[in-house]
């Protein structure tokens, strides 16, 4: 299974909206986003590891935490 990273294009292995991940929970990029981090493990239960994705839905941008294992690369 190819390793899936920042920038690369992924959907749900059950299918779903083509999404981009621009993440990953608890790697420090450039900007300290730490508290963001703790913001999706408080709301939606992501924990150190899962992807921060975003993707269209319709006219409305989305974005949620997803862990790895339920993620294929599109590529």
Known sequence: MPRIKVGD???L???GPL???SRVIGIKMKADLSELD???KEQYGAVDG??????MDGD???YGPFPM???KKTA
């Open 69 to 71: 294992a339920i993620l």
């Open 60 to 62: 409305e941008k989305r």
């Open 38 to 40: 703790e913001v999706f």
């Open 50 to 55: 899962d992807l921060i994705c975003q993707w």
């Open 9 to 11: 294009e992924v959907t």
């Open 19 to 21: 999404m981009l991940v």
């Open 13 to 15: 292995n059950s299918g």
